[in-house]
């Protein structure tokens, strides 16, 4: 259509973003530093084992992803989680609790005193915050539910989806839909019941009860199948700098591949993304360095089924703060996905460190995975040591979106009005799950494809 669009990065983000230009009929070019797709979406298959290093499933909280499945040719592998792994747990005085997931459940459970119960039930009684903006999901959750729900729940919570401080993470950030049901309909219970309404006009699920997916052969297929439908993507492209060039941008690459572009999209993580806009707005860059990435190694065990005696029926569990464990939690991935593991098999994805401990990877690597194993077996009741067992080290893993990020939203806004033709996305943007990416891109598409059609 006369107009050259260039994405860096060849994440789920860029690419579901090149697929919806490419499939109406706009000239788009995928650049890569690496030399495959998916960014952080990353599977390797070993002997029976099925490993993803990075998401290890998403939520089909938008008709878009099942879409975008069938349209490159995936939907028939897309596969679905085991009801078994439903059930959640939750570690307690070294005993794990089943997550009461209903009126019922939470009466009967041991995870909360009655005390903290009682306290839940106040929640469509309290009122709204009123600095809302600035406000950490901790004190959020405090004030609405109590200190037990925060310390049992919300805690565990926001390390096993952030690897997250939820003393430091923004609840109008970091989880928009939970601070819009209090601005927009005074609380929490009385969001839900009139929210339904909204996402059912929508079309969108909860991510409460969004189905959890993936894919026959693990998350990476997914960005590979994406990658295979698209006309021009570009492996090992190292871009330098982006400089504006009259009303274009000139990607400056170590590869002596310059490429002049009418419109540019940038999907890498920010403090790449710092590192190669230097000449457009050095602010920027302040911006961009500010989001805090912090460590998280996936550590990944394959265990016989039978030197293992917690029975193994549901998802897995997390680990509040307050239980001091050198490791964040654990899923049990061929509970969830059964093919992740041969039938005598079980295999587990363990993560450690995060916001909350980034400083325990200062010592020995070898000896902390040592350690955590040795604690992930006794909680599990395991006799024996696992038959394989595989890391990877993420030294900058989840964007935190941390109080006082909506100045780095509005600044990100602001640097887009200031630079036509440049945008930018990724998961430090709009959330960090792959539904929001997906959901993003076709947002990010649209948009670009209202100033190309202008």
């Not at 909860?206 to 960005?223: I, L, Y």
Request: glycine residues 8%; charged residues 25%.
């Amino acid at each position: 259509m006369g107009k050259k669009i260039t994405i860096i990065g060849a994440g789920i983000s860029g690419l579901a973003t090149a697929y919806w230009l490419h499939k109406d009929g706009y000239d788009v070019t995928v650049l890569e530093a690496g030399n495959q797709p998916g960014g952080a979406m990353q599977t390797v298959k070993e002997d029976d084992y099925i490993i993803d290093f990075g998401p290890n499933s998403g939520l089909e909280t938008t008709p878009l992803i099942s879409l975008l499945a069938e349209e490159v040719g995936l939907k028939n592998e897309m596969i679905y989680a085991s009801s078994i792994s439903n059930k959640r747990y939750i570690l307690k005085n070294n005993h794990l609790h089943a997550l009461p997931m209903s009126a019922g459940g939470m009466i009967k459970t041991k995870l909360f005193t009655t005390k903290g119960k009682l306290r839940v039930l106040k929640e469509p009684f309290v009122g709204k915050s009123e600095d809302g903006y600035y406000q950490s999901i901790a004190d959020f959750v405090t004030r609405r539910l109590g200190h037990e729900f925060l310390d049992y729940a919300i805690d565990p919570f926001v390390s096993g989806v952030f690897a997250g401080n939820p003393h430091k993470l923004s609840v109008k950030s970091a989880f928009p839909k939970l601070y819009r049901l209090e601005e927009l309909y005074g609380g929490l219970v009385k969001g839900m019941i009139k929210g339904a309404k909204e996402r059912k006009r929508s079309k969108e699920e909860s991510k409460q009860s969004a189905k959890m997916f993936s894919f026959v052969n693990g998350m990476q297929s997914f960005p590979t199948a994406i990658a295979a439908n698209l006309k021009d993507v570009r492996y090992n492209y190292n871009v330098r700098e982006i400089i504006k060039e009259n009303n274009s941008y000139k990607i400056i690459s170590d590869n002596n591949e310059d490429i002049i572009s009418d419109i540019v999209l940038s999907t890498v993580p920010a403090y790449t993304l710092a590192g190669i806009t230097t000449n457009l707005d050095m602010e920027l860059g302040k911006h961009l360095t500010d989001v805090y990435y912090p460590p998280v190694m996936v550590l990944y065990v394959g265990i016989e089924k039978s030197k293992i005696l917690q029975p193994l029926d549901g998802f897995g569990y997390l680990i509040p703060t307050k239980e001091k464990k050198n490791f964040l939690g654990a899923i049990w991935s061929s509970v969830i996905f059964p093919n992740r593991s041969n039938d005598t098999h079980a295999a587990f994805t363990i993560f450690v460190g995060g916001a909350k401990s980034p400083e325990i990877f200062n010592g020995d690597e070898d000896q902390l995975v040592n350690e955590v194993i040795k604690s992930f077996s006794s909680i599990m009741k395991v006799n024996g040591e696992p038959e394989i067992v595989r890391k990877r080290l993420w030294h900058k893993a989840i964007p935190q979106y941390n109080i006082g990020y909506i100045e780095h939203e509005k600044y990100f806004e602001q640097f887009e009005k200031n630079n036509p033709g440049f945008f930018i996305s990724g998961n430090f943007r709009g959330g960090i799950s792959v539904g929001d990416c997906v959901k993003n891109s076709d947002l990010v598409a649209n948009r670009i494809k209202v100033l190309i059609d202008n």
